[in-house]
Structures are given as C-alpha cells and as structure tokens.
C-alpha cells in the first residue's frame, strides 16, 4: 500500500521560489515538507546566469532568510565589483555602457541554491530529495500530491500545495483547474507554452582576466534572442544564450559556442566541472508576465511557475524570492484562518502587485517585450544603435523612470545625435533596414512606454478581493487591445 504523509503546506521545489516559500511558512508556525527531484548534494544546481539585484535589501528579499549571511559567504557572491551592463553589437560596432543605480553582483548559483536550502531547513521544514512529484490529488480543491521518492511511490496530503516547480511546471500540466471551485470558475490563469523560452549556460574558464569583469554583458542573436557574458570572476565567466519557444528552435550549444569562437577575450577558454561534469546546464525560462491570478483553491504558485522573471533585465531570482514569500505567508495564513478558497490565498496576489510592487512593475515592461517582437532583429538592433543609454535604461529596466522636461528633451537630442551618426557610418543599409521602417518602430516605443505606464497604473490597482477580480481583468484586457492596436500589433504576435 502506498505511504501517505501529512502536513499543512507542501512545496514543489527546492530552488529560490520554494526556499523563500517553504521557510516562510514554516516560520509562521506551521507544518512545511518541501519536495525536490534532485539529490540533496544537488540542490541549488540550476541552469541561471547567475546575475542577481540588490542581494542584501531585505525589500527585494523579504522574509526569515538571512540574505546577509549568504552574501558574506565568499563562495556564494564571487564578484562584488558589478557596476553596469554593456550591450554590444560588434557587427555595428556599436557599445552603450548603462551603470547601475543599484547594486548588482554576479554569484555561484549552486553555493547560493545550498544556503537557501540549509537555512531552510533550519527554519523548520521537512526537506525530501530524490522525490519526484508526478500526480496531483484534488477534488474541487487540489489536496496534495503523489510522488517517487528514493524509488518508492507516496502520497503527500495538506491544506495548500505551493507550486514552486519553476517554469513550465508539471503541476500546471496535473491540475485539472476547471474542475477546482465548484460553480466558480478558478481565477487562476494557466500559461501558453509560447509564453516560455528556451536558455542555456556554460561556465568557462579564461587564460587571462576579461577587460569586462565589472559589467554584465548583452548582444543581440540573430534569432530574436540574446547572449550574455556574466563574469562571475575576471577569469570565469558564466556564458548563456536563450531565445523564445514561439520562434523556430536553434542549437543552442552549438550557437555559442561559434560566439564564443569569434571572442578574443575567450581565446584557450575551457568549460569549467562541477560533480566530476563539464558546468554546462539548459532550462526553459519564463518570457511572460506574471500570472494574471496565482492562486486556486488549495493551490498557488510562485517563482518561475508563476512568470514572474522580466525577460529583458533577468530579475527572476528576484521576483522567485519575494513570490515565494507571499505565497508562503499567504498559505500559512490560510491555513490558519481555515479559509485555503481563492479569496483566503488571494493576498498572495494583492502583495505582490500592490503591497510589494514588484509585480506591477514586471507586469507593465512586459510591453516592451511584445512590441520588440513585432519589428525584426534587424530593426531591433537599429534601434538600440539609436537609443541614447538614458531611454535604454528605462526599457532595461536599470532605472524607474525618464521623466521630467529636461530628461525628455536630452532623450530627443541624443537619439537625432546617433541618428546622423549611424547614417554616416551606413549601420542602417548595413542591417538593411530603410529609414521609414526605423520611424515606424521608434514612434512604436514611444507609444509603448505611454503604454507601459497605462499599466503600470492599472496594476497598481490590482484587487484587494478576489470578487474584484473580473472586473479588473476586463479593464486590463482592454489596455492590451488598446496597446496591440495603437502598435498596430499582428495578430499572431498577440501574446495574451
Ligand atoms: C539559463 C537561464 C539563465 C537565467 N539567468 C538569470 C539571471 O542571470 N538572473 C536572474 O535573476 N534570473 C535568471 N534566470 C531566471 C531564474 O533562474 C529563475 O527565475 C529562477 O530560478 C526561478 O526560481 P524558481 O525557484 O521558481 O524555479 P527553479 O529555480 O527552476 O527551481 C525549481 C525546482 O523545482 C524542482 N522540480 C521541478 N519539477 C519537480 C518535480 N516534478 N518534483 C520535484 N521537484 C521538482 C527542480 O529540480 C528545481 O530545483 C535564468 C534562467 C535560465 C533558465
């Protein structure tokens, strides 16, 4: 027969969503098993550029973990001196140098993945590897879960299962969500696999330092995607490229390894090992806003399984962090208030667009990203060429905001400046893209950033109450028509 165990709460996951989520709850006072296929000696080995924001701000990690102590762990954060990110195009010869307003560092993602999972532990959760979740047990509400662990089916029940299985979750495949909540339809939205990209990094090892040792590194791939360079020491350097699922596939270990070939800076590099393997590891990522509604009953989701990573800037260490402590603290409160409906877990959502922010401000950026895909790469990289760093900025996400008078007017003056340039240095008739196209985009990212703050606005106002709900989403699905239109948006290209 098989086992069954109980808690309150179960996590699906031991990466940073499911840490944050499982070690929140816990410290709320209830029963906690996080569940997690790998290893224990694996936990934490994940496929990341390992870029992340701001890691001791306890606003961008909230919650029991002590982000202090991981980061003065010498092994977790490997650069410390990060200050901006470079794009290059080097076919243009084109380079924008945006510093950064906030901290930035470049980290050891498997030592990170290890601190998490002990301080975790330590926060009072059952932690269970090697187990492999594949069914989900639910009526109107989901129940709990059935698993493999060490070979041996189980069944795990509680109140509330935290879906922190990452992008592309299996659970979202397992739940059948029409059948949650009786009458009421579940607010919960599930994503498109066309909402997903396909990543992938090497960590390699270089015969002298990089001149770039304090800036992460962007170029644009031909194939509506981009490469990055993320030193995470002068001389190791985590090397990745990704691209969006909704585009043909391109071999992707192949793709950078010619990049890297091109690089003088790699000259002699090798790959680094870890676990007696070359470092070399793929994932899908999430290339989508956050869910509209992350919770149903009995149910929600954070991190990765919840599209809470900002294409353009990463962030998804970040936005997996302060999901995973919403949703714990949502659940453990549910499950205090005996209340796990939509309604009892909906703070979940409400925190983190409204209480937080973090969720508006991802949700609106959003924009750029659906109207960077309707031009081609090539008019894309004619932009950027022409951009000044102060616009780029704003739509990288390094910065809030351009706003005031002079900032507006420095932006006009700087695009005209690299306009006549760029037309000297014959960049446009290089990349084949004629001056009228280039107008039409720019008005559209002009019009997008209008668009983007229409959001932002609407976000703001995201429902305390899951009764407010529709009515919100309405509103919010006409700003989308509204935004595909006024960028003349085709309909294939529509992402939501
Ligand atoms: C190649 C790549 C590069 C990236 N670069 C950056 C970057 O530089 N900066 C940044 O901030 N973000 C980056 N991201 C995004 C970031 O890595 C994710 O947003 C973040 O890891 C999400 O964390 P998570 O905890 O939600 O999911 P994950 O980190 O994916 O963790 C999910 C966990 O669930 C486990 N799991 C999955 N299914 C099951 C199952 N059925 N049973 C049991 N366990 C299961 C997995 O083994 C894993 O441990 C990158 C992503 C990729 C793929």
């Known amino acids: 027969m098989t086992a069954t165990e109980t808690y309150d709460i179960i996590v699906v996951g031991g990466g940073i969503g499911g840490c944050f989520a499982a070690a929140t709850a816990a410290s709320e006072g209830v029963d906690v098993v996080q569940l997690e296929r790998k290893p ?36 977790v954060l490997v650069d410390e001196s990060i200050d901006q990110i470079e794009y290059w195009d080097e076919a243009l010869g084109v380079k924008k140098v945006l510093p950064y307003t906030e901290h930035s560092n470049v980290i050891d993602r498997y030592e990170f993945g290890q ?3 002990e301080q975790t532990a330590e926060c009072g959760v059952d932690q269970h590897y090697d187990t492999v979740v594949n069914d989900v047990i639910q009526s109107e509400q989901v129940e709990g879960v059935e698993a493999i ?11 509330v299962v935290i879906d922190a299985a990452g992008a592309q979750s299996i659970l979202q495949d397992l739940v059948d969500f029409d059948a949650l909540g009786g009458d009421s339809p579940t607010s919960f939205e599930k994503p498109h696999y066309t909402h997903f990209g396909s990543a992938y990094r090497e960590i390699i090892k270089t015969e002298e330092p990089v001149d770039f040792a304090n800036a992460i590194v962007g170029k644009p791939l031909e194939e509506m995607g981009y490469i990055w ?7 190791e350097i985590n090397v990745g490229l990704g691209f969006q699922m ?56 954070v991190g990765g399984a919840a599209g809470t990573t900002h294409p353009i800037s990463g962030k998804g260490i970040r936005g997996a962090a302060i999901t995973g402590y919403s949703g714990g603290k949502a659940a453990a409160d549910a499950v205090k208030a005996g ?54 900025k ?43 196209k280039l107008y039409e985009s720019f008005q559209g990212v002009r019009k997008t950033k209008h668009y983007v703050d229409e959001y932002q606005k609407h976000y703001e106002n995201y429902p305390a109450s899951r009764a407010d709900f529709e009515r919100w989403l ?11 239109d006024a960028i003349e948006l085709d309909d294939s290209l529509r992402k939501y």
Not at 150 to 155: K, L, P, V
Not at 229 to 235: D, G, K, Q
Not at 415 to 420: C, G, P, Y
Request: hydrophobic share 35%; proline share 7%.
């Open 229 to 235: 360079y993320f030193p995470r020491t002068p001389t």
């Open 394 to 436: 704003e739509i990288v996400g390094t910065e809030r905001k351009v706003d005031g008078l002079p900032a507006v007017a420095s932006v006009g003056y700087g695009t005209l400046r690299n306009l006549v340039s760029h037309y000297r240095a014959g960049t446009f008739d290089e990349l084949d893209v004629p001056l009228s």
């Open 474 to 484: 309405a509103e919010r699905n006409r700003i989308d028509q509204a935004f595909y």
């Open 40 to 75: 224990a000696e694996k936990g934490g080995y994940i496929a990341c550029g390992d870029a992340i924001k701001a890691p001791r701000d306890p606003e961008k990690y909230p919650g029991p973990i002590d982000m202090d102590a991981i980061a003065d762990d010498p092994s």
């Open 115 to 117: 601190r998490l999972l």
């Open 149 to 159: 662990r060490d070979g041996e089916e189980i069944r795990y029940e509680a109140a």
């Open 246 to 301: 909704s585009k043909e596939p391109i071999p992707l270990a192949d793709r950078i390894k010619r990049d890297m070939e091109e690089e003088p800076a790699f000259e002699n590099a090798t790959v680094a090992e870890r676990f007696g393997q070359k470092n070399k590891l793929g994932s899908s990522i999430a290339l989508r806003r956050p869910l509209d509604s992350m919770v149903a009953p009995g149910y929600l989701a």
């Open 339 to 392: 209340d796990v409906s939509e309604e009892g877990l909906w703070q979940h959502n409400y925190y983190f667009y409204v209480g937080h922010g973090e969720g508006a401000k991802l949700a609106s950026r959003d924009a750029y990203n659906i109207a960077a895909s309707s031009d081609g790469m090539s008019v894309l990289r004619a932009i950027a060429a022409l951009l000044p760093e102060q616009e780029m």
